[in-house]
């Protein structure tokens, strides 16, 4: 998931620029291979855990443990920063740049995981945030951004999914009016002001806009379509609840699954986590329509995280074995389906309705849009910037910043 990206990023970035290559998991006092996967996706563990335990089971001479907690971001800048890398590391694409240029990751591009991948979009973009033509990492699947919605209240209120931004203002006023709450957000933290964000511009920003910037042919400054998505966040923002700056991430999420909002506006990752909470509830999905009607609409889609392994580890060849098994077509699938999200296998397909839908119709047919976040490195404030800007709708600062931002964390060619 896109949860705390920029935190993972930038101290992945400072721990980087200090590690030194240590010896990494050796071998159990049985005479079994020992790996160490460290991944990110802590809602994941369960889902990894079964892959483990049917990969040591064909690999009775291998043991791989899981490396997955709460705060994994300063246990692997620690590690890191002693030169403990683990052998296989899976993070948010987010971060991939500064691990894409550290030296550590190896070579994957003759692999039988990297052929696996039919995804030549996603493995494109991997190459675009790690701003290198190296295949130093493999998508382990990929996740759309969407408006997920109460199907019971919608009923209630007598509204359909929207096209266009107007029919999509139209809905929310409609469940306003009649006493509901079209919204709910959680903005006390920052990255969910960035994921509206990414959303609301995705189908009108130029698909080239990153190189623009890199040139330094445009600014977001002079951006027209910026500018139009950035009124439009302050248009759904009318629609909130309330406290949308008391509400966390979780908060949010726990409120739209107690159905005390009609939208949601999250990924395909959240999902799991809103059936968990309420195996009742009846969610659907649509794209966030485009702002401007002279643009296409395209949702927000990419990788979801990376798996890369350690060039330098004792078990190379073994954990490019655990590698191969996670791309392989049983696990995709058992990964995929659990943590609602994409293969990047053409012969793995989502038995879920929604997921097969929203792949057919948007995925497989080009509609999909790069994540804006994704034009920075790890230090970047993008995330506060649009907290900020939601705050005070000063729409000119927060253009500015943007490009201040980009001068110093842009992805650098």
């Not at 199907?151 to 999914?161: H, M, N, Q, S």
């Given at each position: 998931m896109r949860k705390n990206l920029r935190r993972t990023a930038v101290m992945i970035a400072a721990a980087l620029s200090v590690a030194v290559p240590l010896a990494g998991c050796g071998e159990?006092?049985?005479?079994?291979?020992?790996?160490?996967?460290?991944?990110?996706?802590t809602e994941a563990i369960a889902t990894v855990d079964e892959l483990i335990t049917e990969f040591e089971r064909t690999h009775p001479d291998i043991e791989v443990e899981q490396t997955s907690v709460q705060d994994s971001v300063?246990?692997?800048?620690?590690?890191?920063?002693?030169?403990?890398?683990?052998?296989l590391i899976s993070l948010n694409v987010s971060a991939y740049y500064d691990m894409a240029q550290s030296g550590l990751l190896a070579d994957l591009s003759d692999t039988e995981a990297y052929q696996a991948v039919d995804d030549v979009k996603a493995l494109d973009y991997l190459k675009g945030a790690g701003q290198t033509d190296q295949a130093l990492a493999v998508p382990w699947a990929t996740n759309a951004q969407l408006v997920l919605y109460n199907k019971d209240l919608f009923a209630r209120y007598g509204v359909t999914p929207p096209a266009t931004w107007e029919e999509f203002l139209d809905v929310a006023e409609t469940v306003r009016a009649a006493g509901?709450?079209?919204?709910?957000?959680?903005w006390k933290d920052t990255w969910p002001p960035m994921a509206l964000a990414n959303s609301v511009v995705a189908s009108v920003k130029p698909t080239d806009l990153l190189a623009q910037l890199q040139e330094g042919e445009t600014t977001f400054g002079e951006q027209d379509e910026w500018a139009l998505a950035t009124e439009k966040m302050l248009e759904l923002k009318d629609y909130a609840q309330p406290d949308v700056w008391?509400?966390?991430y979780d908060t949010a999420l726990a409120s739209f699954s107690d159905a005390d909002a009609a939208m949601y506006v999250d990924g395909t990752w959240a999902l799991?986590?809103?059936e968990k909470a309420n195996p009742d509830l009846e969610v659907g999905a649509f794209v966030m329509p485009s702002p401007d009607p002279a643009f296409e609409t395209k949702v927000p889609a990419g990788p979801d995280s990376y798996l890369s392994v350690y060039k330098d580890g004792p078990h190379t060849q073994e954990a490019q074995e655990f590698l191969d098994y996670l791309l392989s077509a049983p696990a995709q699938k058992?990964?995929?389906?659990?943590?609602?999200l994409f293969s990047v296998r053409d012969d793995v397909q989502s038995a879920d309705p929604l997921m097969a839908g929203l792949k057919t119709?948007?995925?497989?047919?080009?509609?999909?849009?790069?994540?804006?976040?994704?034009?920075?490195?790890?230090?970047?404030?993008?995330q506060a910037i649009t907290w900020d800007y939601l705050s005070s709708g000063d729409q000119s600062a927060y253009l500015a910043a943007l490009d201040d931002d980009f001068a110093t964390y842009g992805l650098k060619k």
């Amino acid at each position: 998931m896109r949860k705390n990206l920029r935190r993972t990023a930038v101290m992945i970035a400072a721990a980087l620029s200090v590690a030194v290559p240590l010896a990494g998991c050796g071998e159990a006092s049985d005479g079994k291979v020992q790996l160490e996967i460290f991944q990110s996706k802590t809602e994941a563990i369960a889902t990894v855990d079964e892959l483990i335990t049917e990969f040591e089971r064909t690999h009775p001479d291998i043991e791989v443990e899981q490396t997955s907690v709460q705060d994994s971001v300063t246990v692997l800048k620690s590690r890191l920063a002693k030169g403990d890398v683990p052998d296989l590391i899976s993070l948010n694409v987010s971060a991939y740049y500064d691990m894409a240029q550290s030296g550590l990751l190896a070579d994957l591009s003759d692999t039988e995981a990297y052929q696996a991948v039919d995804d030549v979009k996603a493995l494109d973009y991997l190459k675009g945030a790690g701003q290198t033509d190296q295949a130093l990492a493999v998508p382990w699947a990929t996740n759309a951004q969407l408006v997920l919605y109460n199907k019971d209240l919608f009923a209630r209120y007598g509204v359909t999914p929207p096209a266009t931004w107007e029919e999509f203002l139209d809905v929310a006023e409609t469940v306003r009016a009649a006493g509901g709450t079209p919204f709910v957000f959680g903005w006390k933290d920052t990255w969910p002001p960035m994921a509206l964000a990414n959303s609301v511009v995705a189908s009108v920003k130029p698909t080239d806009l990153l190189a623009q910037l890199q040139e330094g042919e445009t600014t977001f400054g002079e951006q027209d379509e910026w500018a139009l998505a950035t009124e439009k966040m302050l248009e759904l923002k009318d629609y909130a609840q309330p406290d949308v700056w008391g509400a966390d991430y979780d908060t949010a999420l726990a409120s739209f699954s107690d159905a005390d909002a009609a939208m949601y506006v999250d990924g395909t990752w959240a999902l799991p986590s809103i059936e968990k909470a309420n195996p009742d509830l009846e969610v659907g999905a649509f794209v966030m329509p485009s702002p401007d009607p002279a643009f296409e609409t395209k949702v927000p889609a990419g990788p979801d995280s990376y798996l890369s392994v350690y060039k330098d580890g004792p078990h190379t060849q073994e954990a490019q074995e655990f590698l191969d098994y996670l791309l392989s077509a049983p696990a995709q699938k058992l990964f995929a389906d659990q943590q609602a999200l994409f293969s990047v296998r053409d012969d793995v397909q989502s038995a879920d309705p929604l997921m097969a839908g929203l792949k057919t119709d948007w995925i497989d047919a080009g509609r999909t849009a790069t994540y804006s976040d994704g034009f920075f490195t790890g230090g970047t404030n993008y995330q506060a910037i649009t907290w900020d800007y939601l705050s005070s709708g000063d729409q000119s600062a927060y253009l500015a910043a943007l490009d201040d931002d980009f001068a110093t964390y842009g992805l650098k060619k």
